[in-house]
Nanobody, 124 residues
Framework: QVQLVESGGGLVQTGGSLRLSCAAS????????VGWFRQAPGKERAFVGS????????AYADSVKGRFTISRDSAKNTVYLQMNSPKPIDTATYYC?????????????????WGQGTQVTVSS
């Protein structure tokens, strides 16, 4: 079973940039589809984007398309979420999750393993 640990969260200004990391251990991260989700206070966990195991196929929520990018460094066994031009509405706890399905699914139920989350706050 893979374990996931997120890092890189913090305070960022509107229009800046931030890169979140999702470090995997126990298994090779490229054996899994990896999704990024976020949850703001009082709201349900929402899909941000995902990366399939092979071929580089990604999917993004409309709200982040063109601003956020997911990538993988197999040598470091880590998946990244690059956040460019963040907005205050992007403020949330960000989670990465792993799925054994060959998928870019936006559904939380398709991901069996979750990290503990990292807080991102975007100031205006």
């Amino acid at each position: 079973q893979v374990q996931l640990v997120e890092s890189g969260g913090g305070l960022v200004q509107t229009g800046g940039s931030l890169r979140l990391s999702c470090a995997a251990s126990g298994r090779t991260v490229s054996d899994y589809a990896v999704g990024w989700f976020r949850q703001a206070p009082g709201k349900e966990r929402a899909f941000v984007g995902s990366l399939i195991q092979t071929g580089g196929k990604t999917a993004y929520a409309d709200s982040v398309k063109g601003r956020f990018t997911i990538s993988r460094d197999s040598a470091k066994n880590t998946v990244y979420l690059q956040m460019n031009s963040p907005k205050p509405i992007d403020t949330a706890t960000y989670y990465c999750a792993a799925s054994e399905y060959y998928t870019t699914s936006p559904n939380t139920s398709d991901y069996a393993v979750w990290g503990q989350g990292t807080q991102v706050t975007v100031s205006s």
